[in-house]
Nanobody, 126 residues
Framework: QVHLVESGGGLVQAGGSLRLSCAAS????????MGWFRQAPGKEREFVAA????????RYADSVKGRSTISRDNTKNMVYLQMNSLTIEDTAVYYC???????????????????WGQGTQVTVSS
């Protein structure tokens, strides 16, 4: 069982930055792949980024590639998403997700994740 709690969301101006955090419970945190997803009003949940259990393997959606960094600290059971150069299109609820069974190729599919946080709202203003 993995319990996830996101934090770090808020209101930011376009062009600004945010760092989202995800605190995970569970003794086997370092065996799970972690992902960030987001969902805007009226839209489906979409993949943002994923990181492997060791932190060395990462994957990004094209929409955030080059301006976002996902990282994890297994000593603290934490996952982070640093987002820069934010635009209005980044406005959404951001969710942290975890799964032991998801593969690298499958990491973009939210259906492959077993555990989810409650989400944190990110609002980018013009």
């Amino acid at each position: 069982q993995v319990h996830l709690v996101e934090s770090g969301g808020g209101l930011v101006q376009a062009g600004g930055s945010l760092r989202l955090s995800c605190a995970a419970s569970g003794r086997t945190f370092n065996t799970v792949r972690m992902g960030w997803f987001r969902q805007a009003p009226g839209k489906e949940r979409e993949f943002v980024a994923a990181v492997g259990w060791s932190g060395t393997t990462t994957r990004y959606a094209d929409s955030v590639k080059g301006r976002s960094t996902i990282s994890r600290d297994n000593t603290k059971n934490m996952v982070y998403l640093q987002m820069n150069s934010l635009t209005i299109e980044d406005t959404a609820v951001y969710y942290c997700a975890a799964s032991r069974d998801v593969t690298f190729l499958g990491s973009v599919n939210p259906n492959n994740y077993k555990y989810w946080g409650q989400g944190t709202q990110v609002t980018v203003s013009s």
